[in-house]
């Protein structure tokens, strides 16, 4: 056993070919295992629940939240410089209100004049009320 949980046991009993093959079968399985381990370190779950049901958390260590306040304003100088062609967007069905939340992309001036326009490529409405927008950002000639 290597610590892990997983482990394999040989017995020789003097048939080569029967080692040779038990060796085989223990190597690949070992290595399915440590697979497997790394696998399970690295991947995270992402659970629907519906509007309104109440949620019970259990959490046993921090979590480590990857928020950038400032992300609305590299949107707005990516916006601004114009390197984005396109924008993937999705309207989901609750509404904030909270005073100075961000905006997708706040910033110091207009975008256009007055607005950046887009033409829409695909909108998908689905079952959970969100609406997943797909836009191209229209060329200014």
């Known amino acids: ?5 997983t482990g394999v046991t040989t017995v020789v009993d003097g048939s080569t070919s029967g080692y040779i093959l038990g060796q085989s ?7 399915v295992a440590r697979w497997l381990d790394e696998r399970q370190a690295q991947q995270f779950d992402a659970i629907y629940v519906a509007p309104g049901a109440e949620v019970a958390m259990h959490i046993t260590e921090q979590i480590e939240i990857d928020y950038d306040p400032n992300g609305r304003k590299t949107n707005y100088a990516a916006l601004a410089e114009g390197v984005v062609d396109e924008i993937l967007l999705t309207i989901m069905p609750f509404v904030s209100g909270e005073h ?13 004049d007055p607005f950046l326009e887009l033409d829409l490529l695909s909108s998908e409405p ?9 836009y191209r950002i ?4």
Do not use: Q, W
Request: glycine share 16%.
């Open 1 to 5: 056993m290597d610590g892990s949980g």
């Open 25 to 31: 079968i223990a190597d690949g399985s070992m290595e």
């Open 100 to 112: 100075n939340t961000a905006a997708f992309a706040d910033g110091p001036k207009h975008l256009g």
């Open 126 to 134: 689905v079952s959970t009320g969100e609406l997943f927008l797909h």
């Open 138 to 141: 229209r060329s200014v000639e």
